[in-house]
């Protein structure tokens, strides 16, 4: 498995990420752990070419590589996790940081080596290292025959006989009302428990450090009806838990399709009826009464309190919110155009503590922003003093070509500065993981059962309702139940118990 978060201690240029990495969990926005992931799903008989489709950073990767899976099904590929037996290989990749970039560089080697002895495969790159480089990867990278980018995978038929017949694809038109809403997306290498549900795409925010607007293009929304026929689809196959995901799913707005930039031109009778992320969260809590509901990400300036009191008042919507920092200084969120204050980030977090009071909190942070001076990071590390998460993703910035940011900044911040700030972020993090996971040994709190612990063949694992990770002895418990727990012990990212009982949500 593999993720988003590339992590690699040794490069001065790293990005580190907590200690997911360490405890093998499957976080539901980017995992490092599942960075580099093959899918493969069962075939069909009559399909005579193996895809081979691997997918690298956030969660938006890995579900549109199996709205991919489900594109190239019906046009006579199955999936294959074995590179060698692979006619065409394709790699869904990330641009968030130059590390993610390097490593599908890396990767692509490999891939060459495979064709020394297939002549016939083909390479194909995806997503936003394909948006951001276009047929200028043709150019470095002679291995690939084909650059697809985000919103063109409906085109992919097409590419794929471009390139049979002898010649380069590339599509990278990003589009202003695509979503995939009318593809079922065939679920890769799933555990049958949890799935992914994408309710937007792009990104409107503009931070000046982030390449996804450029990469993912403008931010639309997904037709509410579509999105509760997938969820729909996924409880009939027996799916207990759903991820609502989106860059910045706060800012979800149906209103009848199209950018939603472009809301305020909508007619009257659109506004009167569009559909918040409240409204959206709410009709697919109350549609799926037994299913867990989480979502992710929100970025601050567009949570409202209307969400945190829909999540208070439906049992099924889990209480976790992942909620990006990023810094704790007002100059540098000002900086990298991040429209709140350190304060106004705080009132937020002390009317979700009010509203939920059991809700896990989670962060991502840059360390070494442009200009960033001990000063601002001091503000980081008060920051999270205040909020003292449950878990981050932390990382050293790394300047992106083409955003505000690597125009307009110098990279000014030393490297061996980032890293010393980022180390003390990470130190400060780990103790408040500490300090909550503590927070719920002796609870008895129900976990939904997602597979075997890595590190015990007799124990399973799962989550709580705060996404954090509870191992606990088997019994006669199986994949997809709903157990209560009672914790007894904790390391600082693992709850360990157990069981009472099925909970009253089987
Ligand atoms: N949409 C979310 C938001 O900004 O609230 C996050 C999306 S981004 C895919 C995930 C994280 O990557 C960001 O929150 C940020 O911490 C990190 N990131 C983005 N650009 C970066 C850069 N240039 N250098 C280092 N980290 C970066």
Redesign the pocket.
């Known amino acids: 498995m593999s993720s988003?978060h590339i992590f690699d201690y040794s490069s001065i240029f790293a990005?580190l990420i907590f200690y997911y990495n360490e405890l093998h969990k499957m976080e539901k926005?980017?995992d490092e752990n599942v960075q580099g992931t093959t899918l493969a799903v069962e075939g069909k008989e009559t399909n005579k070419r193996n895809l081979y489709i691997e997918s690298y950073g956030?969660a938006m990767n890995f579900a549109d590589s199996e709205i991919v899976a489900s594109i190239l099904a019906t046009e006579g590929f199955n999936t294959t996790q074995t590179l060698e037996d692979a006619d065409l290989i394709l790699v869904n990749t990330c641009s968030?940081?130059d590390k993610a970039e390097q490593t599908i560089r890396k990767r692509l080697t490999e891939y060459n080596k495979v064709k020394k002895s297939r002549p016939h495969l083909k390479v194909g790159v995806l997503g936003c290292m394909a948006e951001r480089l276009k047929d200028k990867l043709l150019d470095e990278e002679k291995i690939v025959d084909m650059v697809v980018g985000p919103d063109a995978y409906k085109d992919l038929p097409n590419l794929i006989k471009e390139v049979d017949s002898g010649r380069d694809a590339v599509n990278v038109i990003l589009s202003k009302d695509e979503t995939y809403g009318d593809i079922a997306p065939v679920r890769l290498n799933t555990n049958g428990v949890t799935a992914f549900v994408s309710i937007t795409r792009g990104?409107d925010?503009m931070?000046t450090?982030?390449?996804?607007p450029f990469t993912r293009g403008r931010e639309r929304s997904r037709d509410p009806q579509s999105i509760l026929e997938e969820v729909n689809e996924l409880k009939r196959n027996g799916f207990k838990e759903i991820t609502l995901l989106g860059?910045?799913v706060d800012s979800y707005l149906w209103y009848g399709g199209g950018l939603k930039k472009n809301f305020e031109n909508a007619s009257e009778m659109q506004k009167a009826t569009a559909t918040s992320f409240s409204k959206l969260l709410e009709t697919v809590a109350l549609a799926n009464p037994k299913m867990r509901i989480r979502f992710s990400?929100?970025?601050p300036q567009d949570m409202t309190l209307d969400v945190i009191e829909t999540m208070a008042k439906h049992k099924n919507i889990c209480n976790h919110i992942h909620l990006?920092v990023?810094s704790g200084s007002n100059r540098i969120l000002k900086e990298m155009n991040r429209l709140h204050t350190i304060e106004e980030y705080f009132e937020l977090i002390d009317n979700i503590r009010q509203i939920l009071p059991d809700c896990s909190i989670s962060q991502?942070?840059?360390s070494g922003f442009p200009t960033e001076t001990e000063e601002d990071h001091a503000a980081t590390l008060k920051a999270l003093e205040y909020v003292k998460y449950d878990f981050g993703?932390m990382?050293?910035?790394?300047?992106?070509p083409g955003?505000l940011?690597g125009r307009k900044m110098d990279d000014d911040v030393p490297e061996k500065t980032k890293k010393r700030r980022l180390s003390e972020i990470i130190a400060l993090q780990r103790q408040h993981c500490q300090y909550r996971t503590e927070k719920h040994v002796g609870k008895v709190q129900e976990v939904l059962i997602e597979g075997t612990s890595k590190k015990s063949e007799n124990e399973w694992m799962g989550r709580n309702s705060q996404s954090t990770v509870v191992v606990f002895p088997k019994e006669n418990y199986k994949v997809g139940d709903f157990v209560n727990v009672q914790i007894n012990d904790c390391t600082s990212a693992t709850l360990k118990g157990i069981a009472q009982g099925y909970s009253d949500n089987n």
């Open positions: 988003c990005t926005t980017i956030c968030i940081r990104c925010n931070c450090f982030c390449v996804v860059q910045n990400t929100s970025n990006p990023q991502d942070i840059i993703y990382y050293a910035y790394s300047e992106r955003t940011a």
